[in-house]
């Protein structure tokens, strides 16, 4: 009997040990920038401190407005869609002066979730214009009867409104048969500066080779989102750019400080329209 006690009195006791070098390690971490910091801080995310500021002001610096179409085709009615979208797209063209909204790309999926086309619109001014934008199309029977018909080729669909990330390069159209990669994360609540600080530098690292072609955070839609849209020439050369990051130094702590944000990614490959702004 002295002996089983005796057993579980060590038991304990080496518990309680792990227990407080554990929170030894939690209240000796380093902070974000000190690359000698050990591998257990590096999964926790870290507080982010009370604001009187939005996080949109506080990342996001132009009053421009992104609006992300996402629609599910189906697969027997593409071709009537792509002819139905383009008609659309023209209608909108002819009212811009007065909308302030105009294409900036559309994409057709080709690795990801098939028969699926994402739309990528900019409404410039602001949600003030995106009101007056709703109010004239509305009106507008052309666009009205295009929309309905629309919607009998469309499994689902579903609208974000993002803003773009001040510290990445503007957009600028792209010519040349090129693809395009579109990275969306669902961040934790309440992780999304620190999200953009560690990207801030993190893309850095990504301008050499001009692929990056745009950063939004939502807004409107699904909430703690995130979307990196990456221009390349094909499958290749998106590889070797990819590999030649991961060869700069300080890339490698950028993605080990933001996993440990993120609830859930994923990866498509787009080709963009013949009627897309951006190719």
């Not at 699926?116 to 052309?142: I, P």
């Not at 750019?241 to 060869?247: I, L």
Request: aromatic share 12%; proline share 3%; hydrophobic share 35%.
């Amino acid at each position: 009997m002295a002996v089983s006690i005796k057993i579980m009195l060590n038991a304990v006791g080496t518990k309680n040990l792990m227990y407080s070098s554990f929170l030894r390690c939690l209240s000796t971490s380093s902070p974000v920038n000190d690359t000698s910091e050990g591998w257990l801080s590096k999964l926790l995310v870290r507080k982010i401190e009370p604001t009187k500021e939005s996080h949109s002001r506080m990342l996001s610096d132009k009053e421009v407005i992104y609006e992300l179409q996402t629609h599910n085709v189906q697969p027997s009615a593409v071709d009537k869609y792509l002819t139905n979208y383009q008609e659309l797209v023209n209608v909108v063209s002819v009212r811009q002066k007065e909308t302030s909204y105009d294409l900036v790309a559309s994409w057709d999926v080709q690795v990801g979730d098939q028969d699926q086309s994402l739309h990528l619109w900019r409404y410039t001014g602001g949600f003030s214009s995106v009101d007056k934008t709703k109010k004239l199309l509305a009106q507008d029977k052309s666009y009205q009867t295009l929309l309905k018909e629309q919607g009998k080729l469309l499994r689902s669909r579903h609208v974000q409104y993002l803003l773009a990330f001040s510290y990445w390069p503007s957009i600028e159209a792209r010519t040349g048969g090129n693809i395009y990669e579109i990275r969306s994360y669902s961040l934790k609540p309440g992780t999304m500066i620190e999200w953009g600080n560690n990207w801030a530098r993190a893309i850095s690292y990504r301008r050499n080779n001009d692929e990056a072609f745009a950063g939004f955070f939502s807004q409107i839609g699904r909430l703690y989102n995130v979307h990196h849209i990456w221009c390349y020439s094909d499958l290749q050369k998106r590889k070797d750019t990819r590999e030649s990051a991961w060869r700069s130094p300080g890339w490698d702590e950028c993605v080990a400080y933001t996993v440990p944000l993120i609830r859930e990614m994923q990866s498509r490959i787009l080709h963009p329209y013949e009627f897309s702004p951006t190719q």
